[in-house]
């Protein structure tokens, strides 16, 4: 637009007629409107021009006889059609013959593309003479009144620039003539040259580029949502299955059945031997109660566990038996000794009773693997497993009554097996699964004192346990069951307990007094004197007046030993033989 007036492209002009029309000013960016095409040739010619629209009032001029040029056929009209203003009066060319031509139709605007070649239209011969002659083409508007260029003068023919749409069919329109024929048809296919139509209709079919966009658009929100609902999805999946181990019942794989057998020697086979000999004692009596273990020496019921374990008992209802089968039974007391911290009890009335065997200690070596089976803090039935860490290490227990006369002496295995209070009583049993020792005694890591019976506190296991030699609690346990007491071995000499040096110094005096040696006793026969230091007993080393008594209880009464002593910086050698005195 330019000052609110329209800019209409014109009709095209025949060859001398576009020679009388100025060309216009070039309006370039200063006009600024959009062009619009030139009208589609029409097939039947065209009526001539009047010389002015219909109802101004103007008179019809007659009409111009064709030009001797070839006519040129105009493009046919495509697009949405306008109808121009009403033209102000224009004066057509000269026309031979002043014949009044009949009143022209509105014209309609509409874009055209030029033809390659284009032929002139001819105009149909007017009423009043048949002979037909084509007329001269009409400018589309009229002239300007304000000469605004380039539309002061009908405008020139204009090629339209070309797009890439077709253009759409022009619907006829209602006011023209009756005598003109309608368009034709546009032809299938684009138009080599057309114009763009800013008021033209999108053609039908053809998707505009926005319904394109938008289903391009559509598809992507589509495929995110689709995405995002199968990654939640999955997730959620995922989520349960790292949770759950999976969407199915678990099921782990495992070993099949097969032969639960161990070897004899192992812990397995040592254990599944002996524990249905092994037994737990629970005792009650005295204002106390404690745990203990033993184990089966015979068929006829005889059961060995240490005097500390018995010791409250008030009768032999106080004693209970359970087996490891969980059958239980009472026991009563056969006999015990204090020296030794062993005891006998006996069951009745019950069968399939399995002793254990009896293994030999003086065979046993440092170093050899050994299984304990107890009742640990009453857990019935446990099963440990170490090494002979020691041989012969002397240890006293006891000592709760002050007078020393439930001190026990032993000359124990030492085992790093865990042995634990409970264990006492307990079995420990060699590779053949044969008893090498009677479990009597822990080192207590807080105290000085040894022994469960002892004085120390009772601490969980340090790896230092202690047990009888089988060999001493063969002999004890055969004395017990046949008379009911145990004899100890003697030499006949009071010992120095306060002696700091090293050995066991024999005392200047006896208790109450008496003499330090017995008169006709083993010492007085070998010649042993008051004041005299024993070092060594068959050769081992002796440090204190408590080892001596340990390596002597080792031994039975009459056995034959050699001491070494040292009187008045002199070492002797003394043989005597072991007398017996009655325990307690």
């Known amino acids: 637009m330019d000052n609110g007036k329209p800019n209409w492209w014109s009709r095209p002009s025949s060859a001398p007629e576009a020679a009388r029309i100025p060309t216009p000013p070039s309006t370039d960016e200063a006009d600024g409107d959009f062009p619009l095409p030139a009208p589609r040739p029409s097939q039947e010619p065209t009526p001539a021009a009047a010389t002015g629209a219909p109802g101004q009032g103007a008179e019809p001029p007659a009409a111009a006889p064709a030009p001797a040029t070839e006519p040129e056929a105009p493009a046919p009209a495509v697009g949405l059609t306008k109808p121009a203003p009403e033209p102000a009066p224009v004066a057509a060319p000269a026309a031979a013959e002043p014949e009044a031509a009949a ?57 339209a620039p070309p797009v890439q749409r077709p253009p759409a069919p022009v619907p006829p329109q209602a006011h023209h003539q009756p005598h003109l024929h309608p368009q034709p048809q546009q032809q299938a296919g684009p138009a080599p040259w057309e114009q763009y139509d800013p008021w033209g209709v999108a053609e039908a079919g053809v998707a ?41 019942t678990v099921e782990l794989p495992q070993a099949e059945p097969g032969d639960t057998g161990r070897a004899p020697d192992s812990v397995a086979g040592i254990a599944a031997s002996a524990l249905p000999g092994v037994v737990t004692l629970h005792v009650r009596g005295n204002g106390s109660s ?9 068929t006829k019921g005889h059961i060995l566990t240490n005097n500390h374990v018995v010791d409250g008992a008030a009768s032999s209802e106080d004693i209970s038996v359970t087996f490891s089968s969980g059958e239980t039974a009472r026991a009563r007391l056969i006999g015990k000794d204090t020296g030794y ?31 304990a089976i107890g ?103 055969e004395e017990l069951i046949n008379t009911g007491k145990a004899t100890h071995p003697v030499i006949g000499v009071s010992l120095d307990m306060q002696y700091q040096g090293d050995g066991a110094r024999v005392g200047e005096k006896g208790k109450d007094g008496t003499a330090s040696v017995t008169p006709g006793g083993p010492a007085a026969k070998a010649g042993l004197r008051p004041g005299d230091v024993i070092t060594r007993v068959d050769g081992q080393r002796v440090h204190s007046g408590e080892e001596l ?35 307690t």
């Open 103 to 159: 009143p022209a139709p509105a014209v309609e605007l509409t874009k055209s593309v030029p033809a390659p070649e284009l032929a002139p239209v001819p105009a149909p011969a007017p009423p009043a003479e048949p002979v037909p002659g084509p007329p001269a083409p009409q400018p589309l508007h009229a002239p300007d009144e304000y000469r605004t260029p380039p539309y002061g003068e009908p405008g020139p023919w204009a090629p």
């Open 208 to 248: 505009p580029v926005a319904a394109k966009k938008s289903r391009k658009g559509l598809a992507l929100a589509g495929a995110l949502v689709f995405a995002l609902i199968t990654g939640v999805i999955g997730g959620g999946v995922g989520a349960y299955v790292e949770r759950n181990g999976g969407l199915t």
């Open 290 to 298: 404690g745990t203990g273990t033993g184990f089966v020496l015979d």
């Open 341 to 371: 911290d062993l005891a006998v009890v006996q069951v009745t009335g019950v069968s399939g009773l399995k002793p254990l065997p009896l293994g030999n200690s003086d065979n046993v070596r440092v170093g050899d693997p050994v299984v």
């Open 375 to 477: 009742a640990p803090f009453d857990l019935s039935n446990t099963v440990t497993s170490g090494i002979i860490s020691a041989k012969e290490r002397p240890i006293t227990a006891g000592g709760e009554k002050g007078d020393g006369s439930d001190i026990s002496y032993v000359d124990a295995l030492q085992t790093d097996a865990p042995i634990n209070p409970g264990n006492s009583g307990g079995p420990l049993l060699d590779s053949k699964a044969a008893v090498i020792g009677i479990n009597s005694a822990i080192r207590a890591a807080g105290g000085s004192g040894e022994g469960e019976g002892g004085g120390a506190s009772q601490p969980g296991s340090i790896g230092l346990g202690f047990a009888i030699p089988i060999n001493q609690g063969k002999r004890v346990a």
């Open 549 to 583: 008594i340990v390596k002597i209880r080792a031994h039975r009464p009459g056995d034959k030993l050699e001491l070494t002593l040292t009187r008045n910086g002199k070492e002797l050698t003394k043989t005597l033989t072991l007398g017996s005195s009655q325990g």
